[in-house]
Nanobody
Framework: QVQLVESGGGLVQAGGSLRLSCAYSGRTFSSTAMGWFRQAPGKEREFVAG????????YYADSVKGRFTISRDNAKNTVYLQMNSLKPEDTAVYYCAADRLLSAKPNEYDYWGQGTQVTVSS
């Protein structure tokens, strides 16, 4: 059974930074692609960033490119999302997700965390 637990959310002013973490347990982490998604009130869940099992490939939504960085530490079974230059429109619940293959489509991920709230004030 795969379990994902996010942490690191909070309230930050515009222009500030946060680092989200997602701790993974279950199937071999090093063979699992990971993604970060977010969902704002009244909106659909959207792709933010993804990373291949080896960490050699990363992908970002255009809205966060150049501001967010996804990384992973396979020795710690953890994936990170470093968020810089945060904007009020980044406010959402952020979720990490895991599956065999990297995808930007939320319905292609089998495993999800419970989410962590990120609020950016103007």
């Amino acid at each position: 059974q795969v379990q994902l637990v996010e942490s690191g959310g909070g309230l930050v002013q515009a222009g500030g930074s946060l680092r989200l973490s997602c701790a993974y347990s279950g199937r071999t982490f090093s063979s699992t692609a990971m993604g970060w998604f977010r969902q704002a009130p009244g909106k659909e869940r959207e792709f933010v960033a993804g990373i291949s099992w080896s960490g050699s490939s990363t992908y970002y939504a255009d809205s966060v490119k150049g501001r967010f960085t996804i990384s992973r530490d396979n020795a710690k079974n953890t994936v990170y999302l470093q968020m810089n230059s945060l904007k009020p429109e980044d406010t959402a619940v952020y979720y990490c997700a895991a599956d065999r293959l990297l995808s930007a489509k939320p319905n292609e991920y089998d495993y999800w965390g419970q989410g962590t709230q990120v609020t950016v004030s103007s």
